[in-house]
């Protein structure tokens, strides 16, 4: 079974750190581009980060970018993200997801949605 | 940066309803939209890719339709496991993808 599993939220102050992990299992991990997404409490979806399959492209949303760090390690089928300088706009849930594109070097026309998500871990920023 | 516009940002509607929900960008994305579903307290679901591709295990029932800067999901004979809030998401500028901000389908 194709499965993402997120792990590592929790409680944390303002200005701290907390590291968020994304096992995954069921299908070969190094072949795909990952994300994260994050959704605050009864807000919508914000893409947070991408990392491509071989960590050669790594992209930020303006709202995390010099704060948060994405990175995988193929060998572990895991995906990270390492959050510091929090703050309470960061509380969400976080969800890992699966970019589905045809090629390991992904462009619109070859990409087709984040197909697999992780059922979402919960990060509360508060002091 | 690319803005997503949904609209309505809540329907209510009744079981075997034809629903439709329009997603608008702020500058043309060609057909590079997506279309998810989420239940409360699930992870979204891929629903649709390409503005009108259906994914694989999606009922038939579920369609897209557009391009440039409008577009539409529309259910055609609504079901009690429908209801959810809908999101559509460009990746015009991937991997800088951008959600609309959701329309949640209630029960009249």
């Known amino acids: ?127 | 940066d690319i803005q997503m516009t949904q609209s309505p940002s809540t329907l209510s509607a009744s079981v075997g309803d034809r629903v439709t929900i329009t997603c608008r960008a702020s500058q043309s994305i060609s057909s590079w939209l997506a279309w998810y579903q989420q239940k409360p307290g699930k992870a979204p679901k891929l629903l649709i890719y390409k503005a009108s591709s259906l994914e694989s295990g999606v009922p038939s029932r579920f369609s897209g339709s557009g391009s440039g800067t409008e577009f539409t999901l529309t259910i055609s004979s609504l079901q009690p496991d429908d209801f959810a809030t809908y999101y559509c998401q460009q990746y015009n500028s991937y991997p800088w993808f951008t959600f609309g901000p959701g329309t949640k389908v209630d029960i009249k």
């Open chain 1, 1 to 127: 079974e194709v499965q993402l599993v997120e792990s590592g939220g929790g409680l944390v102050k303002p200005g701290g750190s907390l590291r968020l992990s994304c096992a995954a299992s069921g299908f070969t991990f190094s072949s795909y581009s990952m994300n994260w997404v994050r959704q605050a409490p009864g807000k919508g979806l914000e893409w947070v980060s991408s990392i491509s399959s071989s960590s050669s492209y790594i992209y930020y949303a303006d709202s995390v970018k010099g704060r948060f760090t994405i990175s995988r390690d193929n060998a572990k089928n895991s995906l990270y993200l390492q959050m510091n300088s929090l703050r309470a706009e960061d509380t969400a849930v976080y969800y890992c997801a699966r970019d589905y594109c045809s090629s390991t070097s992904c462009y619109p026309e070859i990409h087709y949605g984040m197909d697999v998500w992780g059922q979402g871990t919960t990060v509360t920023v508060s002091s």
